[in-house]
């Protein structure tokens, strides 16, 4: 903190008794530095007959993109306690739910 001044320090968000490494369902954020969108724009906003929020609009990704789809896709080849569920990319950010089941050993 001393090395900063506490100037780009922001207080976390996380619970203080909860151990974020035990089993669980996790809504994940992960943004790309200064926002940037690195991943794509968004295209094709409907605003009638939503069946889901694919309908309402769609990412036309980037290279960079579709290689952080393919990177959330692998997680659980690195962690196989990880199970995936929905994710969403976003020009400039990820959002995605992970379940961690580790075994009780």
């Known amino acids: ?3 900063y001044k506490h100037k780009y320090r922001i207080s976390s968000a996380r619970l ?4 974020y490494g035990s089993n669980g369902a996790y809504f994940v954020t992960i943004c790309t530095k200064n926002k940037e969108c690195y991943f794509g724009e968004i295209e094709n906003v409907e605003t009638q007959n939503l069946a889901s929020l694919q309908d309402f609009a769609s990412l036309r990704a980037t290279e960079i993109g579709k290689i952080a789809g393919q990177y959330w896709l692998a997680i659980p080849t690195h962690f196989p306690f990880v199970a995936l569920d929905e994710y969403m990319i976003m020009p400039n950010h990820v959002h995605g739910i992970l ?3 580790k075994s009780e050993n």
Not at 16 to 19: L, Y
């Open 99 to 101: 379940f961690f089941n």
């Open 1 to 3: 903190m001393d090395k």
């Open 16 to 19: 203080k008794c909860w151990d």
